[in-house]
């Protein structure tokens, strides 16, 4: 499984930005899929997974209702439009097969900063 993010930089506080995720190598429409991230100095966190039809998102407390979790399984392609950010949402994002972010891809880095 491949799985590459693309989408990160440098915003301002309160600025938008969408991720995405092409994927290959596995069957991506059968698979919920995840957005984890990772803090300089933290652990890997939680933030958005998605169903395989798309039709139902689950989102961490600390993101909801910034942040949505979308697919296209056509394209075979993952999306993560963060809206409102925040300095603390500076992290390495990443798509991944599974909650914990054992196979995930290599990440894209947000920066939120003024």
């Known amino acids: 499984a491949q799985m590459v993010e693309s989408g990160g930089g440098l915003v301002q506080p309160g600025g938008s930005l969408r991720l995405s995720c092409a994927t290959s190598?596995?069957?991506?429409?059968?698979?919920?899929m995840y957005w984890i991230r990772q803090a300089p100095g933290k652990e890997l966190e939680w933030i958005s997974e998605i169903n395989p039809s798309g039709v139902n998102t689950f989102t961490a407390d600390s993101v909801k209702g910034r942040f949505t979790a979308s697919r296209d399984n056509a394209k075979k392609t993952l999306y993560l439009q963060m809206n409102s950010l925040k300095p603390e949402d500076t992290a390495q994002y990443y798509c991944a097969q599974d909650r914990r972010g054992t196979s995930r891809g290599q990440g894209t880095l947000v920066t939120v900063s003024s």
């Open positions: 190598g596995f069957s991506f429409g059968i698979y919920y």
